[in-house]
């Protein structure tokens, strides 16, 4: 996508010039009037699915803002219909980002107050408004948060794993070998991983994180808080092996996979040298100790060193 001077021009137009009607939204049939906000940089959760899954403090900001960063401005202006707000767009994504972004900073310098949204859910999470929120800072912009709907949170509440400690990943490599070199790196974090994947690549990276992983208790949670929601649980390698007969599933997709040794016996010595063992047969020393730290929960450090002395006694 490229982004031209007249996208700019249209942009400065959008913010500049006075808002047509009155800053309000249409809620439960019921139009309100949205009061003044702060000038400074708003950042706002929209819905992931459902249009209900919205805060009437983040509809008075939509309304209220001088202007609304969105990520795509097509998806943005379907929820601001929905909700009778009129208040101009502005796109700002990772093609245009270099140009827009000085730009929407003086604007802000200037006073303007302008809500940053992205396509759905909770902005800054997989998304480009991070390099915008910290510049801001820099600047001494004031940053408000006007929290929501998370895919991520929502996904975590229904999964069934443990929730005191959980890593956001995000998406994983495309590619299996250096997907695989990325989950050996995670198998030894201590809580819920969670993970944001394409439908058609979800076989996948289930498979390769079945064989990285080991036998771990996992989730799927497909198309979160829409009318076709459903959540699927079961060990790695078990749905791994239905998404491979079932094919790619259709809709939005949140993986979340349980911490190491969760729900696991103790582990003997002996169990560790063969898992070891099987695992040098196709992986580095450094990779089979990471994958087998994160299938039993052992120390990694531990692991790694008793894989160093069972390397040394392989015959060459």
Avoid at 163 to 170: A, I
Wanted: zero cysteines; charged letters at 25%.
């Amino acid at each position: 996508m490229v982004f031209n001077k007249n996208d700019r021009r249209m942009a400065e137009r959008d913010i500049n010039d006075g808002r047509a009607g009155a800053s309000a939204f249409t809620a439960f049939g019921l139009r309100a009037e949205a009061e003044p906000i702060r000038p400074g940089l708003h950042v706002v959760a929209t819905p992931i699915g459902n249009l209900r899954d919205i805060s009437f403090r983040a509809l008075a900001t939509l309304a209220a803002a001088d202007a609304i960063i969105a990520e795509d401005t097509r998806v943005t202006k379907t929820l601001l219909a929905h909700y009778g707000i009129s208040t101009p767009l502005v796109a700002y994504h990772e093609h245009n980002a270099h140009v827009m972004r000085p730009h929407l900073l003086a604007r802000l310098k200037d006073g303007a107050a302008l809500a940053l949204v992205s396509d759905a859910g909770t902005p800054l999470v997989s998304d480009p408004g991070f390099k915008l929120v910290a510049d801001a800072l820099t600047e001494n912009i004031a940053v408000t948060s006007v929290p929501g709907a998370s895919a991520v949170l929502a996904a975590l509440v229904v999964a069934g794993l443990p929730t005191d400690r959980f890593f956001f990943e995000g998406f994983l490599p495309p590619k299996s070998g250096a997907r695989r070199a990325r989950a050996a790196e995670l198998a030894a974090i201590p809580g819920t991983l969670v993970f944001f994947e394409s439908p058609r690549r979800l076989g996948e990276t289930l498979a390769d994180l079945a064989a990285v992983l080991g036998p771990r208790e996992a989730a799927i949670a497909r198309e979160v808080s829409k009318h076709f929601e459903t959540v699927r649980r079961g060990k790695l390698p078990d749905l791994a092996m239905a998404l491979a007969a079932e094919g790619p599933p259709k809709g939005e997709i949140v993986l979340l996979v349980g911490p190491p040794g969760a729900g696991e016996a103790e582990i003997s010595a002996e169990e560790i040298d063969r898992r070891l063992a099987d695992a040098l047969a196709s992986h580095s020393v450094k990779d089979a100790a990471a994958i087998v730290s994160g299938e039993t929960g052992q120390p990694r450090r531990k692991v790694y060193a008793r894989a160093v002395e069972l390397a040394a006694q392989r015959p060459e």
